[in-house]
């Protein structure tokens, strides 16, 4: 017999079968918008239900979360980190999620792998109200080695343009509340997996300031706000998602020129997870702020008048800052 794509290490079959699975899980988050999702060449939705749409659009990977995931052959969270991770972020301009689509890409396609990534993304498309509409699963071997993986994701959504949030209304003066992380999110892994290690030994130490074992500490789902937010959108002048750059390099995104934030760093209490690496890696201070989330996942701006209304809906928030006017050239200040 002579040689087939197979053997050459992609196997048709197998992609078909979890093309399956996958259109199954999906299946279970479709919105009456969807005309067609998994299975045609291109996903159709229906776009109705506003008067002056934009659509907004946001792209990412779990980075090297997935090699916390591969080390453990845990998988059932990953999907969950990539969906909540992008609708966060086109949420700050306060647009509603409408479809996901993801990419996952292996050296050899897992059917239980697939499915268990498969079965945290429709999770969390599910709570938000988003349709998983599609995606693409790619076998290349010679590309990826082992057990390594990729996952990225594509979300699409839209706001009303007279709705849209820019920051250009945040005045100084305005309040900066942070909402708590779940953790690290996806943000600062390599640098964890330098400190700490990658070997499944490793991340089964128990730690007692965690309450749990490192890599269990590891995975927790990055945290989605959509849900907790949307309904204070009206008071909302501005939002950052704390991502790679911490708070110091996203939250200056969403203010006008002439203005900076001021952060007061004791009023929250950094998650011990943060404090570990910092101490286990001779980390410096200003380096885990900029790499970390340290524990705030999401900022919100808002008027001094409506900060009561804010904490009175989401009693976990906490002001952390203010906006005020930037002199010198730094337009972040921690304190």
């Known amino acids: 017999?002579?040689?087939?794509?197979?053997?050459?290490?992609?196997?048709?079959?197998?992609?078909?079968?979890?093309?399956?699975?996958?259109?199954?899980?999906?299946?279970?988050?479709?919105?009456?918008?969807?005309?067609?999702?998994?299975?045609?060449?291109?996903?159709?939705?229906?776009?109705?239900?506003?008067?002056?749409?934009?659509?907004?659009?946001?792209?990412?990977?779990?980075?090297?979360?997935?090699?916390?995931?591969?080390?453990?052959?845990?998988?059932?969270?990953?999907?969950?980190?990539?969906?909540?991770?992008c609708v966060n972020d086109i949420f700050?301009?306060?647009?509603?999620?409408?479809?996901?689509?993801?990419?996952?890409?292996?050296?050899?396609?897992?059917?239980?792998?697939?499915?268990?990534?498969?079965?945290?993304?429709?999770?969390?498309?599910?709570?938000?109200?988003?349709?998983?509409?599609?995606?693409?699963?790619?076998?290349?071997?010679?590309?990826?080695?082992?057990d390594d993986y990729d996952l990225v994701g594509f979300v699409i959504g839209a706001v009303e343009k007279d709705r849209i949030i820019?920051?250009?209304?945040?005045?100084?003066?305005?309040?900066?509340?942070?909402?708590?992380?779940?953790?690290?999110?996806?943000?600062?892994?390599?640098?964890?997996?330098?400190?700490?290690?990658?070997?499944?030994?490793?991340?089964?130490v128990y730690y007692p300031e965690l309450s749990r074992t490192l890599g269990e500490e590891l995975l927790e789902p990055h945290r989605c706000y959509y849900n907790q937010l949307k309904p204070l959108l009206p008071v909302i002048k501005g939002m950052a998602h704390i991502t790679g750059g911490g708070l110091v390099g996203n939250v200056p995104r969403v203010i006008p020129q002439g203005m900076a934030v001021h952060f007061n760093s004791k009023s929250w209490t950094v998650p011990p997870i943060f404090r570990l690496i910092q101490q286990k890696g001779n980390v410096d201070r200003d380096e885990m702020y900029r790499v970390f989330n340290m524990g705030i996942g999401m900022v919100v701006i808002c008027s001094p008048e409506d900060v009561s209304g804010v904490t009175d809906a989401l009693p976990e928030t906490k002001v952390i800052g203010e906006v005020v006017k930037q002199k010198g050239d730094k337009r972040a200040v921690l304190e």
Not at 99 to 114: I, Q
Not at 119 to 125: H, K
């Open 166 to 204: 820019r920051g250009e209304t945040v005045a100084v003066g305005d309040v900066l509340l942070g909402l708590p992380s779940s953790g690290l999110h996806t943000n600062g892994y390599s640098l964890v997996r330098r400190v700490f290690g990658e070997t499944r030994q490793e991340l089964e």
């Open 1 to 85: 017999m002579g040689e087939t794509y197979a053997k050459a290490g992609v196997d048709i079959d197998v992609g078909e079968a979890v093309t399956k699975a996958i259109a199954r899980h999906a299946r279970t988050t479709y919105r009456p918008e969807v005309l067609s999702g998994v299975g045609l060449f291109g996903g159709f939705f229906e776009f109705k239900g506003y008067n002056n749409p934009v659509l907004v659009s946001s792209t990412d990977s779990v980075g090297t979360k997935v090699k916390i995931a591969c080390a453990l052959d845990k998988h059932d969270t990953i999907g969950m980190d990539i969906v909540n991770h």
């Open 92 to 146: 700050t301009g306060g647009a509603e999620p409408l479809f996901f689509l993801d990419y996952v890409a292996m050296s050899k396609l897992v059917p239980e792998k697939m499915e268990a990534i498969i079965t945290g993304l429709a999770q969390a498309c599910r709570e938000v109200g988003c349709a998983l509409i599609g995606g693409e699963t790619a076998e290349l071997p010679g590309i990826y080695h082992g």
